[in-house]
Each structure stands twice: as C-alpha cells, then as structure tokens.
C-alpha cells in the first residue's frame, strides 16, 4: 500500500480550490455541473487542470426533495420550496462566473415522482436552470468517471458504490481492460464498466420504508440489510468478475454522504475535512465498527457527531446497511471512500466534449445553453 493510501490523502486533483489569479493573467475557461438528488443540491464550478481540474467554486445543501416521496409518489410542496432556493444559489453563482458551458442533472426523485417534470418545468421558470432528469444508467456512468482517479489500478476490478436519498448504483469496473489507460479521456459511456444495477432505494427512502426504534435495534438494522440483498440480487454479467473479488483482487468505491460520514467517525474527526476523507482507504471491519458505533446511539447523539450533525442523522444507519449488504454480497477487504462522484463526473465529461463544429462565441456576459438570463 502506498503512503498516499496509508494516509488516505487522495492528491491534488479536483479537491482544492482556485487561488487568487496574479494581475493581469488570463481569466480561465470555466465548466459548470450541477447535480439534484433526492437528498442533497450539489453545484461545482471549475476549470481544466492535467487530467482532472481545479474547483472555483462549489455549493452543498441538503434539500430532501425527496421527503415522503416513497410514501405519496409525489414531490411534497415544502421539499420542492427547499430545492428551488438553493438552485437559485446555484443560478447565481453560474450567471456570476459566466461558465463556458454548464450541465445540470436531477436524478431518482425527478424520475420517480409524478410532479416530476412540473417541478423542472417550475425550475426553469423561477431560477431559470433547465434540469435534465437522466437515466440510472447515465447516474452510474457518471459516478464512475467522478471516481476514476481513486481507482487501484493494481488490482483486477473495482465495484462502485453510489449511495444515493432515492436511489443506489452499483458498477462493475474492469480494472485490466486496455481502455483504462486513456479513461480520463473517456466520456463516461465508454468506460469498461462490465456490468451495473440501480436499484430504487436509498438512504431517504429506506429510512422510510423502515422507521427507527429504539437504540442498538440490531433486528431493525439487520433487516435494511437484507432488504438491500434482496433487492440488489443476481447482476447479469457480474459472474466474470467475481474470481477477482474472491482472490482479492478487487476493492469496493463508496460515494456518498453516509459513507463520508462513517469515515469521519472512523476517524474520530472533530470537523469535518474533506481532505483526509476523499480517498481514505477503510477496512470492511472498519466500516462495520463504525456501523456498530453509531447504532447504539439514539438519533440525538449521532446527530452531536461533528461529520453527521441533525440533517443525516437518521439516514446514516441506512447508508451503512446499504454498504454492508453490497459487502456480504461482494466480499472484498479494502473499501476506498470517494467525497466526489457524479457531479464530478459531469464536469469531466464537460471538459471532454468536442462540438463538431466550431460554437460561436457566447458574448461576454451571456449566460451558457442550460441557464437562462434573468429578466
């Protein structure tokens, strides 16, 4: 193991923000992506920088868009309020920066609810952000090209975790196949993912389906697990890999708020930071203490860690039934923690696009395709 994964430091890229520009220096091309999930409202404004690229920019805000939404089928009006005033956030932020090209994306509420497209039709309308609801199977592309970086590319494969508020996505990366030496000039479509599944379950909904007890409920846990299992099942296409994860040469990504918080807790950070977090390689025994630490605390006290806090303090349990289930169903020792994912895989793609023909050039001041100006 390398003194990077010792130290769980996962480099430079796509972590650190944009110092100041010297005077007189050229102003850099700037990409835009924006990621509206069940849970959480994600913006990142950045520009190239090698192989990856170098944050200006970025907005985090837990919304919930997807409160009650496995109970009625539908966006609730509270949860759609929360959602437009942090995209008007974004808004702002994009229309100040001038991105040479934006891309956002809302993913398993948007898809499921039946006030979906009302809700991206309302977004236009009052922030003037035009939402593209994607597929699943575009979602786990993109988390893959998010995560590329923190592939081991000494091992055979890699199974990537996308635990999502509404949705969760597993993808099965073929570490030896050859296009893995120019993935970073992939659009995510092409990468040598073997097989994937998304299943409609994530921490909101999940939580929902089972309400939390008492403290230390290990059937209630234990039944979020076998949920999972259930759910997730056989994987068309997953049997070639399999011997790598048997002969561990195989690692599990996890990305997602929930982990993130489990690794801060493993870490006994008294703030959160991301910089020790993004790339942290956790043992599965870990993984399980950290589960263990936080389930015989009752929602109060999980709430009073310092990286769960009163927003995710009663969906992380279901994040971490989620990893252990995907654990007992693909057996691997190593487990790498990704703060990053499909917003960051919409930016590299972004970045890698090339328009058969040549754009003409946005005046200065315009705002890009997926933003309309203010009136």
């Not at 999930?37 to 404004?45: A, H, K, S, V």
């Not at 919409?346 to 997926?370: F, N, S, W």
Request: glycine share 8%; proline share 6%; charged share 25%.
């Amino acid at each position: 193991m390398t003194q990077a994964q010792q130290t769980g430091r996962a480099g430079p890229e796509a972590v650190a923000p944009s110092a100041a520009q010297p005077a007189g220096a050229r102003e850099p091309t700037l990409f835009a992506a924006i990621d509206l999930g069940t849970n959480n409202c994600r913006l990142l404004i950045a520009a190239p920088a090698g192989r990856s690229f170098r944050v200006v920019e970025s907005f985090s805000r837990i919304v919930r868009l997807g409160d009650g939404l496995s109970r009625t089928g539908r966006l609730d009006d509270e949860a759609m309020d929360r959602a437009v005033a942090a995209l008007r956030i974004c808004a702002d932020k994009v229309r100040r920066r001038r991105p040479l090209r934006i891309r956002a994306v809302a993913t398993q509420a948007c898809r499921s609810a039946s006030n979906g497209v009302d809700f991206v039709e309302r977004v236009a309308a009052e922030t003037g952000l035009r939402l593209a609801i994607i597929s699943p199977k575009e979602e786990a592309q993109l988390s893959v090209a998010g995560c590329l970086t923190l592939l081991d590319r000494t091992q055979t494969a890699a199974l990537v975790v996308d635990v999502g508020g509404g949705s969760t996505e597993l993808s099965w990366v073929d570490l030896t196949d050859p296009r893995m030496e120019q993935a970073h000039r992939l659009q995510p479509s092409r990468l040598p993912i073997r097989a994937w599944i998304s299943i409609p379950v994530g921490v909101v909904s999940l939580a929902e389906r089972f309400p939390e007890g008492a403290a230390g409920d290990r059937d209630w846990y234990r039944t979020m697990v076998e949920h999972i299992k259930t759910a997730i099942g056989e994987v068309e296409g997953t049997a070639p890999l399999r011997p790598a994860f048997d002969a561990g040469a195989a690692h599990l990504i996890g990305t997602s708020g929930a982990i993130t918080s489990l690794a801060g807790l493993h870490l006994n950070l008294e703030r959160y930071d991301r910089n020790r977090v993004d790339g942290l390689w956790l043992t599965r025994q870990d993984c399980e203490a950290a589960a263990e630490r936080l389930l015989v605390q009752d929602a109060a006290a999980r709430a009073a860690q310092p990286c769960i806090g009163p927003d995710r303090a009663d969906l992380v349990l279901a994040g971490a039934a989620i990893l252990q289930a995907v654990q007992e169903l693909w057996p691997c020792e190593r487990v790498r923690v990704a703060d990053r994912g499909l917003r960051e895989g919409l930016l590299l793609a972004l970045m890698q696009e090339r328009p058969g023909r040549r754009r003409r050039r946005r005046p200065r001041g315009a705002a890009p395709a997926a933003v309309t100006p203010r009136a």
